[in-house]
């Protein structure tokens, strides 16, 4: 059975890219982990969204509130099939938390990553896999926080241009008489 973890948690951290799943995560938690500053938990949520579910089709959200974000993509077996093949059978599933915390200058989004043995059933568990499958999450994080900071900076480009160098409003041309 932990073999079988074992393998959902590389499907789930996208084991294709070689030499990635031994890399660890530097951070101060070691978990995944990215302070944000000049965005809300809101936007910060929605981007997760919009990134999770380009990336890992059939993923879905489970939880949402202002604190945390759940992912979790469901096992392919049909419902019911534990009760008459028995809870072994049942295709774990993988599910991704992300912690939102107000910390001094910004908000800090921390990720969890576990697989869920028999999900479903009474024998459900979870192990926890982030030290497995952390640097995906990681550098999607990473390219959220980029994506919110290049959006800064067009913002700021587009009102630096509307203000003249001289602070001063555009003097209408005088009409000659």
């Given at each position: 059975m932990k073999r079988m973890?074992?393998?959902i948690a590389l499907v789930l951290a996208g084991c294709a890219a070689p030499n990635h799943s031994s890399k660890?995560?530097?951070?101060?938690?070691?978990?995944p982990e990215v302070t944000f500053t000049g965005?809300?938990?809101?936007q910060i949520a929605d981007k997760?969204?919009?990134?999770?579910?380009?990336?890992?089709?059939?993923?879905?959200?489970?939880?949402?509130?202002?604190?945390?974000?759940?992912?979790?993509?469901?096992s392919n077996t049909a419902p019911g099939v534990a009760s008459i093949l028995?809870?072994?059978?049942?295709?774990?599933?993988?599910?991704?938390?992300?912690?939102?915390?107000?910390?001094?200058?910004?908000?800090?989004?921390?990720?969890t990553i576990e697989v869920i043995s028999s999900p479903g059933t009474a024998i459900e568990s979870t192990q926890d896999v982030t030290a497995i499958a952390g640097y995906k999450a990681q550098?999607?994080?990473?390219?959220?926080?980029?994506?919110f900071l290049s959006e800064a900076e067009k913002v700021s480009?587009?009102?630096s241009q509307k203000i003249p160098k001289?602070?001063?409003?555009?003097?209408?041309?005088?009409?000659?008489?």
């Amino acid at each position: 059975m932990k073999r079988m973890a074992l393998v959902i948690a590389l499907v789930l951290a996208g084991c294709a890219a070689p030499n990635h799943s031994s890399k660890a995560v530097n951070t101060p938690s070691g978990r995944p982990e990215v302070t944000f500053t000049g965005v809300t938990k809101k936007q910060i949520a929605d981007k997760l969204v919009a990134t999770r579910t380009a990336v890992a089709p059939g993923i879905k959200v489970k939880v949402a509130n202002e604190y945390s974000l759940v992912f979790e993509n469901s096992s392919n077996t049909a419902p019911g099939v534990a009760s008459i093949l028995g809870p072994q059978l049942v295709e774990p599933a993988g599910r991704v938390t992300y912690s939102m915390l107000d910390v001094e200058g910004g908000i800090k989004v921390i990720a969890t990553i576990e697989v869920i043995s028999s999900p479903g059933t009474a024998i459900e568990s979870t192990q926890d896999v982030t030290a497995i499958a952390g640097y995906k999450a990681q550098a999607e994080l990473e390219a959220i926080k980029a994506q919110f900071l290049s959006e800064a900076e067009k913002v700021s480009n587009t009102h630096s241009q509307k203000i003249p160098k001289d602070n001063k409003k555009p003097q209408k041309a005088k009409k000659a008489q």
